[in-house]
């Protein structure tokens, strides 16, 4: 168990460095190499106590010994001298064992704060190495920190959902064990506590608790413990010899490695055996083969594709793919695996993805598919994912699958993640267990009616898509050649608001919600009310579609619970001949259809014109199945808005940075030129509607002709400078150039930065994007329909200036953050075109 004081030396240890190691990777980092530093003079202090000699700082090392960096007569660069000298010269020392090299290698210190350092290395020599699991704990605390806050394109799994694989895949004292991309090495971890557990005198399978239960404990504190100390008494010398050999990670980072290989050693490996690899174009361990593998592969697939080599069965170039085949084709005979993948491998449409279902389904490999809730990975990402559980020798005797779906994992799936009550892994984890013990034993399973779906195999294989989504095989598919095509009035009650007396309508929740149109509406489900009223006119009850019929018309919602209804509002009540979210979807794609009567003062529609409204109506068999089809979509959609709608690029402000103008680090709009004394025919000019506020890209360019331009001065950028919106309306549209159109002039509205001598462009459009420059701009504002700031206001604005590197290195950060909220833009882009195209097939069939 992870004590207090432990974890407090931590959290002190990490407050010292976030002033000058913003990124949390390289604080672990920092901390990792300090602590080992200060481990192995430990060792030395202990052997020496016990009458033998040092055996790591001796010699032309010995100068680097621990204490020495505490000699009073040191100052505070010459501390800071002989830290950095001492962890990039260890590795060179041959009395180190090859583990202890390995973690120093390419260590270095990136800040040159010598107060900081003696800060730093005063709380490190708090902590002592004694060989307890302690240290191990406050290890996989220190990890879990770095994988609350999210690390760019490598998606920390939470310790909840690794010890729910790993006592799924249930791994055995005599198995070889493998995590081919195993970051920080929580599922080898995870893997090594289970064995120790069930290996136990006092381990009582019946009634202790799964770790994965414990969800009250934050994220950042789970640990893989129960009450009790497991020691794995019943384990012999051999067995904990072979445990100790077998148990292997690669990953591709040699940070990462660095960190499973103290993760390791802290949990009792002396000789680790984690190694750098490239698992998808390396060969040197390809004809290496594992009884147990357990992996969260890497989800992002770098532009162009992963080029591998040609032994895989399947030709790919998704690493998502490419990484649960190689698992696949390394487990022995009877092997096991457990695979966190993206909703891809489950319903993409792809050659590769269809080959890869269809090896694990007609090969004897998967046994069950566990989906998980979409917010699993928040708060750095929305992916909706799923766990394939794969067992060859189970496979081969079942002619089925099971689908388990997990909605809740115990936290809530917004940003911070905090405890909630529901938890449906127990649930799960206890089905999949019946299904295994009815597969073992030859008897029926009987599937419970909620979250669980078991179908047969050679259901799956109809049409050759091999689509893991149980919802899908529910019903019996009814095929018909077309669908009839119904007024909306034949499968629903369409009843017309109606506005209570304003003197009614309060604010302190009496009465019923009241709501009068769509500027009170969200994505898809009716958000929270704003008003309530006393006098119920109309209402509209749960599961109601309700629609706007003043303008804007046509956008639709579903109701929650009861509420009050407006002039501009219809409600959609459906009957039972169709099913609700089916209507909502539909309704939804015909929205650009819908036109309003304008003859008054703005849209509206009429109940009889809705009445009118046309969509095909499938048997309600095949309704249900698109629901579950396009809810899956959806669900992708809402993860992957939620990561982008919540990010923003973050600078953490030294106090110790210097603060200057704006004026003295950038050349504020340094030319203004009409363009007809540049050019003679065009020029493309760029104002507010030019830049996408929501992405700050670049959205459109007008091309102007010079002779019908009004002749007036405008602002010309080059590459490399950043523009700014100075009215309030457009306040944070901001655009870098990082490529520049042919020709290109900006309003004025816009101002433009150049960047002075050593500053980094790109620096100084990430911390105007901050809210540290955007609430200095504001308050330079004043009143009216179109407030703006002028050039001596920009010129004003203070702007933290860090050295150089430390602007490179938070460029670099937020730069690796954007690439994956662009990839999460695609994602919504590509899921909401499925969406269409789904919809678009019912017209046409």
């Known amino acids: 168990m992870l004590d207090t004081q432990t974890k407090r030396k931590i959290d002190a240890a990490r407050d010292i460095l976030v002033g000058v190691v913003p990124v949390p990777q390289s604080q672990v980092e920092q901390i990792t190499i300090a602590l080992i530093y200060k481990f192995m003079d430990d060792m030395d202090n202990e052997a020496v106590a016990m009458g033998g000699n040092p055996k790591y700082f001796t010699g032309d090392f010995a100068q680097f010994a621990w204490n020495k960096l505490f000699d009073p007569k040191l100052s505070g660069e010459g501390r800071?001298?002989?830290?950095?000298?001492?962890?990039?010269?260890?590795?060179?020392?041959?009395?180190?064992?090859?583990?202890?090299?390995?973690?120093?290698?390419?260590?270095?210190?990136?800040?040159?704060?010598?107060?900081?350092?003696?800060?730093?290395?005063?709380?490190?020599?708090?902590?002592?190495?004694?060989?307890?699991?302690?240290?191990?704990?406050?290890?996989?605390?220190?990890?879990?920190?770095?994988?609350?806050?999210?690390?760019?394109?490598?998606?920390?799994t939470p310790r909840h959902i690794i010890d729910f694989m790993v006592e799924l895949i249930d791994p055995q004292k005599e198995d070889s064990i493998l995590d081919p991309a195993c970051g920080t090495a929580g599922f080898l971890i995870s893997a090594y506590k289970h064995i120790i557990k069930t290996n136990s005198s006092n381990y009582d399978k019946a009634n202790?608790?799964?770790?994965?239960?414990?969800?009250?404990?934050?994220?950042?504190?789970?640990?893989?413990?129960?009450?009790?100390?497991?020691?794995?008494?019943?384990?012999?010398?051999?067995?904990?010899?072979?445990?100790?050999?077998?148990?292997?990670?690669?990953?591709?980072?040699?940070?990462?490695?660095?960190?499973?290989?103290?993760?390791?050693?802290?949990?009792?490996?002396?000789?680790p055996e984690i190694l750098p690899y490239d698992t998808l174009t390396q060969l040197e361990h390809w004809n290496e083969y594992f009884n147990v593998i357990l992996a969260n592969p890497p989800f992002m697939t770098p532009k162009g594709g992963i080029r591998p080599h040609?032994?895989?069965?399947?030709?790919?170039?998704?690493?998502?793919?490419?990484?649960?085949?190689?698992i696949l084709e390394h487990l022995s005979t009877g092997g096991k695996a457990g695979i966190i993948v993206p909703e891809g491998i489950i319903f993409q449409s792809g050659k590769a993805y269809k080959q890869l279902r269809k090896m694990l389904v007609e090969e004897n490999y998967l046994v069950g598919v566990i989906s998980l809730p979409g917010g699993v990975f928040n708060p750095y990402s929305g992916v909706k994912t799923s766990i394939l559980w794969i067992d060859k020798a189970l496979a081969k005797k079942s002619d089925r699958i099971i689908f388990l779906?997990?909605?809740?994992?115990?936290?809530?799936?917004?940003?911070?993640?905090?405890?909630?009550?529901?938890?449906?892994?127990?649930?799960?984890?206890?089905?999949?267990?019946?299904?295994?013990?009815?597969?073992?034993?030859?008897?029926e399973y009987q599937a419970p009616e909620k979250d669980v779906i078991v179908v047969e195999k050679t259901r799956l294989a109809e049409g050759g898509d091999y689509k893991l989504s149980g919802e899908r095989y529910v019903r019996v598919v009814t095929t018909c050649s077309k669908y009839p095509i119904v007024s909306l009035s034949e499968v629903a009650e369409i009843i017309s608001g109606q506005s209570p007396d304003g003197t009614y309508y309060n604010i302190d929740g009496k009465g019923l919600p009241f709501f009068q149109g769509k500027s009170e509406f969200t994505e898809m489900y009716l958000g929270p009310p704003t008003k309530w009223t006393t006098q119920v006119t109309k209402t509209a009850i749960k599961n109601d579609i309700v629609m706007s019929v003043r303008a804007p018309v046509g956008p639709v919602n579903i109701v929650k619970s009861e509420i009050c209804i407006g002039r501009g509002l219809a409600s959609?009540?459906?009957?039972?001949?169709?099913?609700?979210l089916y209507c909502f979807y539909m309704l939804r794609s015909i929205e650009p259809q819908i036109n309003g009567n304008t003859g008054s003062t703005f849209a509206s529609i009429n109940r009889n014109d809705i009445c009118k409204l046309k969509i095909p109506l499938p048997p309600l068999t095949v309704q249900e199945?698109?629901?579950?089809?396009?809810?899956?979509?959806?669900?992708?959609?809402?993860?992957?808005?939620?990561?982008?709608?919540?990010?923003?690029?973050?600078?953490?402000?030294?106090?110790?940075?210097?603060?200057?103008?704006?004026?003295?680090v950038c050349q504020v709009n340094p030319e203004s030129r009409d363009p007809s004394e540049l050019y003679s025919d065009w020029f493309n000019y760029l104002d507010i509607t030019s830049i996408d506020n929501a992405s700050n890209t670049l959205s459109q360019v007008h091309q102007l002709s010079v002779s019908i331009a009004p002749s007036r001065a405008r602002r010309i950028v080059k590459l490399h400078d950043v523009i700014i919106s100075t009215v309030r309306p457009n306040l944070k549209a901001f655009y870098y150039f990082d490529s520049l159109p042919e020709r290109a002039i900006v309003s004025t509205g816009f101002a433009v930065l150049r960047a002075k001598g050593t500053m980094h462009p790109k620096y100084i459009y990430y911390c105007l994007l901050?809210?540290?420059?955007?609430?200095?701009?504001?308050?330079?504002?004043?009143?009216?329909?179109?407030?703006?700031?002028?050039?001596?206001?920009?010129?004003?604005?203070?702007?933290?200036?860090?050295?150089?590197?430390?602007?490179?290195?938070?460029?670099?950060?937020?730069?690796?953050?954007?690439?994956?909220?662009?990839?999460?833009?695609?994602?919504?882009?590509?899921?909401?075109?499925?969406?269409?195209?789904?919809?678009?097939?019912?017209?046409?069939?």
């Open 80 to 156: 800071l001298l002989l830290y950095q000298d001492a962890i990039s010269k260890i590795p060179l020392n041959k009395e180190i064992p090859t583990l202890f090299r390995d973690i120093f290698k390419n260590a270095f210190l990136p800040y040159r704060n010598p107060e900081t350092l003696k800060l730093f290395l005063k709380c490190i020599n708090d902590f002592s190495y004694d060989h307890s699991e302690k240290l191990g704990d406050a290890f996989e605390y220190l990890l879990a920190v770095l994988g609350s806050q999210g690390d760019a394109g490598q998606f920390r």
């Open 310 to 326: 040609q032994k895989f069965t399947i030709q790919a170039k998704r690493s998502e793919v490419l990484f649960v085949d190689y």
């Open 625 to 664: 199945e698109i629901v579950a089809e396009l809810d899956s979509y959806q669900k992708i959609i809402d993860g992957a808005k939620q990561v982008v709608d919540n990010w923003k690029p973050k600078i953490d402000i030294d106090p110790e940075w210097a603060i200057a103008k704006l004026r003295d």
């Open 572 to 580: 959609i009540r459906c009957l039972e001949s169709i099913n609700y």
């Open 208 to 271: 202790d608790p799964h770790t994965f239960t414990l969800h009250g404990i934050p994220l950042n504190q789970l640990v893989v413990q129960n009450e009790k100390r497991y020691t794995g008494d019943k384990l012999n010398p051999d067995q904990r010899t072979f445990i100790h050999k077998h148990i292997e990670g690669y990953d591709i980072s040699p940070e990462m490695v660095r960190l499973s290989l103290v993760n390791m050693y802290l949990h009792g490996f002396t000789t």
């Open 405 to 443: 779906k997990v909605n809740n994992d115990g936290f809530d799936l917004g940003a911070q993640r905090r405890p909630i009550d529901a938890n449906d892994l127990p649930a799960a984890f206890a089905n999949a267990r019946d299904f295994k013990k009815s597969l073992l034993s030859g008897a």
């Open 770 to 845: 901050s809210e540290f420059m955007v609430s200095q701009m504001e308050s330079r504002m004043g009143k009216g329909a179109y407030p703006s700031i002028n050039q001596s206001d920009v010129n004003e604005l203070n702007i933290p200036i860090p050295e150089v590197n430390v602007q490179q290195a938070i460029v670099n950060r937020i730069e690796s953050e954007q690439k994956l909220i662009d990839a999460n833009r695609e994602l919504i882009r590509i899921y909401e075109q499925k969406i269409k195209d789904r919809i678009e097939r019912l017209w046409k069939s």
